[in-house]
């Protein structure tokens, strides 16, 4: 079994924004998956949904918790179904990334982002990967603005094809592991540098 995990703030008014970059591809891949992610789940203060992908099941997350309180949603899930950290992916935006280059890291720091530093703190190990799409850099006194914006309409389009791109990673991480999605995705936008098979051409099986 294993959990990939969106972060981002729930309700109309934070669609769509920068800061639900991770909502974002976990919606992405329901949808491909025809997964169903309108069941709250309480005990996890969570949307979840179940998909079969290959061998694997997989679930998928959208924490309702707000942003820098997601760790309550995944701790809850992990510490449920004693679930090996390997076996989970935390997606989220970045704003040390220019808008739309992914970085998947099988482990590190939270680098800034909150949702990802409670996350470290209710996990209490780093020891999980991570996917971050970048969402482009502000100065840091204007950040909690930029965070909370929409994209620009003339960047909309890329952002569009990223997620896109970055709901593939997550494919690739669930079907041939972190290292095979980092040496497959870690690239900048534009960069069509890619080996191996086009994960997502199968959908869920």
Same mark, same amino acid.
């Given at each position: 079994m294993k959990l990939i995990a969106g972060l981002g703030?729930?309700? *109309?008014?934070y669609e769509g924004t920068r800061h639900n970059a991770g909502y974002a591809i976990v919606e992405? @891949? %329901?949808? !491909?998956?025809?997964v169903d992610l309108s069941r709250v789940e309480a005990r996890f203060e969570a949307l979840l949904g179940q998909a *079969?992908?290959?061998?694997?099941?997989?679930?998928l997350m959208k924490?309702?918790?707000?942003?820098? @309180? %997601?760790? !309550?949603?995944?701790?809850?899930?992990?510490?449920f179904y004693k679930l090996p950290l390997a076996d989970l992916?935390?997606?989220?935006?970045?704003?040390?990334l220019p808008t739309g280059q992914l970085r998947l890291r099988p482990r590190g720091s939270a680098g800034g982002q909150k949702g990802l530093s409670d996350v470290l703190r209710h996990l209490g190990s780093d020891e999980?990967?991570?996917?971050?799409?970048?969402?482009?850099?502000?100065?840091?006194?204007?950040?909690?603005?930029?965070?909370t914006s929409r994209f620009e309409p003339?960047?909309?389009?890329?952002?569009?094809?990223?997620i896109?791109?970055?709901?593939?990673?997550?494919?690739?991480?669930?079907?041939?592991?972190?290292?095979?999605?980092?040496n497959d995705f870690n690239r900048k936008p534009g960069d069509d540098r890619r080996t191996g098979e086009q994960p997502g051409a199968d959908g869920p099986e």
């Open positions: 703030n729930p309700g *109309r008014r992405e @891949l %329901s949808r !491909r998956w025809s *079969r992908v290959g061998s694997e099941e997989v679930w924490p309702l918790t707000f942003m820098n @309180l %997601s760790g !309550r949603s995944l701790g809850a899930f992990v510490r992916l935390v997606c989220c935006d970045d704003m040390d999980f990967s991570r996917l971050r799409f970048g969402i482009g850099r502000v100065h840091r006194d204007a950040h909690v603005e930029y965070v003339s960047e909309r389009d890329d952002v569009q094809q990223a896109a791109v970055a709901a593939d990673a997550a494919e690739c991480w669930v079907r041939r592991g972190i290292d095979a999605a980092m």
